[in-house]
Each structure stands twice: as structure tokens, then as C-alpha cells.
């Protein structure tokens, strides 16, 4: 194909036809998602793995539904102490609008857990969660951050309904050094 | 869902790291996205493979880890004995 031929072809491609008396190919239809690098990031940074000072296991919160991410941590103690923290009638019961499509409110309640019972070794990252009688249990720190990387995957734009990709292209740092396109397959 | 074999190619150490947070992101994007209607993801694993994977995604604590290492075959019921098995070890400890 010589380069005249390919640029014509090129622009039906991109620009596509608008009606039927006009010649060329439809537009194509991308079913590649190309991420961000900076998002890439971000996100990576978000989900990196980190200690969890005691400091930051004092405040907690319950959820009704499971977190949509996380890891379920068993901790019997844990478990009954914070059981006993969200069975009170004294609980601040909040309301925080969830970031899904459907912008439902998600029931949230938080409790101070007392420092007789606080404790970071139960938890292994930010995102663990206890399953308890009242819901679920996560560290309001926890909750936060995971409420963040919700705010970022909502603020994507997809080139079709996410649903109908077929590949996802994501840039990964290489030992700090540089960085490679890694390709998901995702079709159903 | 498969990942391609280049991801492999170019970071076998941070691999399974990355396997993870890709998985976590597909999950929440999928919540965030898709029509209610479609499918939810799925991801087969290969039992032999189970191990390969970050422990914070398949749950496996690291003595399971080592247990399963040391079989020659690890099958789906392999892997439902070892964890059976340290469920019933840590209920005796506590």
C-alpha cells in the first residue's frame, strides 16, 4: 500500500463516514483503555503496603456493606472489643455518599476504640477490614484512603462502557528506571 | 481476564505485587463502571499457580505457603487441607 493510500485509509478510520453517500470505512471503535502513567502512580502509591502505627487504630468505622477492596482480617479479640464499641446507642452514626454510579449513601458509623484494646499488629495493611455482629470493621485511616482510590477510579473515562473492553494498557515503573506498557487481556 | 506474558518478561520480581494492584484496580473500576447487567469478573487460577500469587490476594498466610511448597501436586483439595489445617492450629493456640 503506498503512502497516499494509507493516509486516506488512516483519516476513514479516524473521521469515519456520516452518511451513506459518503464513501470509506466506519469508525473505529476503540476497545483499548490506555492508562494514564500519572495515574498509574498515584494509584500504585496509594496501594503501597505500610505500617500502621497504634495511633492509627484508635478510630473506627463500621460499614453495613463489605468494602469493595480490602483484605478480612480475623481477629477474635479485636473483634469482640470493637463488637462492643458499635452495639452502643452512643455511636456517631455519619453518612458519606458513595462515589458508585448510582450515588447511593453508604451507612457508616464511627467508634473510638479503647486504648486498652488498640493495638496495630492485628493489621497487616491499610485496608484490612474485621468482619463483626454490626458490619464491617475498618480504621477510619483505612476507610479514608480507600474512599481516595474510589475518587480516582470514578474520575476515569473509559472509551466504551467499561464492560465492552477488550484490552487495558498500563505503564509500570521498571525498577525506578523506566517504564513498560503491560498489556491485560480482558475480554469475556 | 489473563495477563500477557511480556508483564512477566520485564518485572519478575515486582510481578506478583503488580498482578495484585492491577486485580484491585479492575475490581473497583469494574464496581465504578460497568452496567449492572454485564458479567462480573472472574479469576480462574490454576491451583498449581495459587502460590505464584501475592499472598495479600489469595489470603495464604506464609506457613501455608511453605506447606504447599513442599507438595508435589497442589490441587484444590490440598489447598482447602492446609488451610483447614491452620484454622484448627490457631483455634488450639488461642
Not at chain 1, 119 to 133: E, N, P, V
Not at chain 2, 69 to 91: C, L, M, P, Y
Request: net charge neutral.
Amino acid at each position: 500500500m503506498d503512502g497516499e493510500a494509507l493516509t486516506v485509509l488512516l483519516e476513514w478510520t479516524i473521521y469515519g463516514f456520516s452518511g451513506e453517500k459518503e464513501l470509506g470505512l466506519p469508525a473505529s471503535q476503540s476497545k483499548t483503555w490506555l492508562a494514564d502513567r500519572s495515574f498509574w502512580q498515584s494509584w500504585v502509591k496509594e496501594n503501597e503496603p505500610q505500617h500502621i502505627p497504634p495511633v492509627k487504630c484508635i478510630k473506627w468505622v463500621c460499614m453495613k456493606e463489605e468494602p469493595v477492596w480490602g483484605n478480612e482480617v480475623v481477629n477474635d479479640k479485636l473483634s469482640t472489643a470493637l463488637d462492643t464499641c458499635f452495639s452502643g446507642q452512643t455511636v456517631a452514626a455519619l453518612a458519606f455518599t458513595a462515589l458508585s454510579q448510582q450515588s447511593r449513601d453508604i451507612p457508616l458509623m464511627r467508634a473510638d476504640l479503647p486504648k486498652q484494646h488498640v493495638t496495630s499488629s492485628a493489621l497487616q495493611g491499610l485496608h484490612d477490614y474485621i468482619k463483626g455482629k454490626a458490619g464491617f470493621y475498618m480504621t477510619l485511616e483505612g476507610f479514608s484512603n480507600s474512599r481516595k482510590c474510589q475518587h480516582m477510579v470514578a474520575k476515569i473515562k473509559f472509551p466504551v462502557p467499561f464492560h465492552l473492553l477488550d484490552l487495558l494498557i498500563i505503564p509500570i515503573n521498571v525498577r525506578e528506571s523506566h517504564w513498560f506498557p503491560a498489556h491485560l487481556d480482558v475480554k469475556f | 481476564m489473563s495477563f500477557l506474558d511480556s508483564s512477566y518478561a520485564y518485572s519478575a520480581t515486582d510481578y506478583p505485587r503488580q498482578k495484585m494492584l492491577w486485580w484491585i484496580f479492575y475490581r473497583m473500576a469494574w464496581t465504578a463502571h460497568s452496567n449492572a447487567d454485564a458479567p462480573a469478573p472472574s479469576w480462574v487460577v490454576h491451583p498449581a499457580r495459587i502460590t505464584s500469587l501475592h499472598p495479600r490476594l489469595t489470603q495464604l498466610a506464609p506457613v501455608m505457603v511453605q506447606a504447599l511448597g513442599k507438595q508435589k501436586d497442589v490441587t484444590v483439595d490440598s489447598i482447602t487441607e492446609v488451610k483447614i489445617a491452620f484454622i484448627i492450629a490457631r483455634k488450639e493456640i488461642m
